[in-house]
């Protein structure tokens, strides 16, 4: 049975922020990059302690300002489309906001008072964006616009607790606390943990937890995070390439107070003259979409983005670091069709002019496209290999699983 297309084409929308928490999740790592013979004088633990440190913190209220930097080295189309340049459409919508940070530097202002209660402020330029849960109530409002985004969630705030997804949690992934917990809930036996030097991180005595992978073929070099030496919140999570370079994904704490936050500081007021937008008859129609269906037509992109032609199918190849996912899209055309057709939606051709290298092997034909983290390889006959891995790894499973 064909996936449902609009549904589709909304997960592929935010496919690239996902895919970075994600792959952050299970695969990521870094390097000392917090190394520091200046660090605070702080008693010894041992990897296995600090982890258990952060999984006793019970630290649930707290205020501060955090910054976010990506570097994936997208492809210039990519990254326009899927959060470089903001993705098209109405810009209260919490999803397009938050897709934004899967690309540039940006500013948070950021508090929670439990489960129940958080905010989350973009600090990018004159203007701001506010993204509430409240209760029963999430809001978003973008100031420059003037526009208002709302829908009830009743089971936000009841986690795994009360058996229901936790929702505004998910889009409140970026913090350097979540990014943490998913890393470390995800570090198995193809990780190794360690703990590095101590530093300072917004001011906080810290100690630093590294993970780096035991396999080789990773793109990742390590993580690395700083967790409270006091309470066992992560205060920073940083990843590197195993090519180097600066930071893949540097999201820290630049100040931070864990006192009660005040009441207020969850209220919202829709402002005078702002048009306000209820839950999925929200913004972010048309614009993006019409991109996506023009991407539908691209080999091998079917299956990604819901095409109605594309099968989807999907099989994970190896574990840890090195794990890929195979995608059969059932795409009919092959790149070489998409090539040589003239009446190819602009879109399309950007997308193929965008990838990398030509490919050969066991499998056929196809291109690479890579990014400083997630490298994909699309064959002619519209396969997809992609993972956190080298290029020469997506080949090697390529011609393993023809």
């Known amino acids: 049975m064909a996936p449902n297309t609009k549904t589709s084409r909304k997960a592929a929308r935010y496919a690239v922020p996902v895919a970075v928490a994600g792959v952050a999740a ?11 013979a200046g660090g605070p004088d702080l008693p010894k633990v041992t990897a296995q302690q600090l982890i258990e440190k952060v999984a006793a913190s019970d630290v649930q209220q707290l205020s501060g300002t955090a910054r976010i930097t990506t570097d994936l080295g997208l492809p210039t189309i990519a990254s326009g489309l899927l959060g470089g340049g903001g993705i098209a459409g109405g810009s209260a919508n919490p999803e397009d906001k938050v897709a934004q940070l899967a690309n540039g530097s940006h500013t948070l202002r950021v508090a929670a008072d439990g489960p ?3 905010r ?10 506010s993204l509430i849960h409240n209760g029963d109530d999430v809001w ?10 709302h829908e009830k969630n009743a089971e936000a705030g009841k986690g795994k607790d009360g058996g229901k997804e936790h929702k505004t949690g998910d889009r409140l992934a970026a913090s350097p606390q979540k990014l943490a917990e998913e890393i470390l809930k995800a570090a198995g036996p193809t990780t190794d943990v360690s703990v590095g030097d101590t530093a300072q991180v917004a001011g906080r005595d810290a100690y630093q937890l590294v993970l780096k992978p035991k396999q080789s073929g990773s793109t990742v070099g390590s993580v690395q995070i700083a967790v409270d030496a006091k309470n066992g919140v992560p205060l920073r999570v940083q990843l590197l390439s195993a090519q180097g370079g600066k930071p893949i994904v540097d999201a820290g704490f630049t100040k931070v ?9 969850f209220a919202f007021t829709v402002p005078k003259g702002a048009k306000v937008t209820e839950g999925e008859d929200g913004p972010g129609k048309g614009g993006a979409d019409e991109h996506w269906k023009a991407l539908e037509s691209f080999p091998g992109l079917g299956g990604l983005t819901g095409g109605a032609n594309g099968k989807g199918d999907v ?14 899209s059932g795409s009919e055309r092959s790149l070489k069709d998409l090539e040589n057709d003239k009446n190819a939606p ?13 490919v050969k092997g066991k499998f056929g034909e196809g291109r690479v496209l890579s990014t400083r983290l997630v490298n994909a390889l699309i064959t002619d006959d519209g396969k997809v290999y992609v993972g956190a891995v080298t290029k020469d790894a997506l080949v090697k499973a390529a011609d393993a699983n023809k």
Do not use: C, H
Request: charged share 30%; net charge negative; hydrophobic share 40%.
């Open 346 to 358: 602009k879109e399309a051709k950007q997308f193929l002019d965008s990838l990398g290298d030509k």
């Open 257 to 265: 107070d864990f006192a009660k936050p005040a009441a207020d500081t």
């Open 120 to 129: 989350l402020t973009f600090l990018d330029g004159k203007d701001e964006y």
């Open 26 to 36: 299970a695969t990521v790592a870094m390097v000392p990059a917090f190394a520091n």
């Open 116 to 118: 129940d209660r958080q």
């Open 315 to 328: 099989k994970v190849l190896g574990e840890g670091w090195s794990t890929i996912a195979r995608i059969d």
């Open 140 to 149: 978003g409002y973008d100031s420059k616009s003037n526009e208002a985004f």
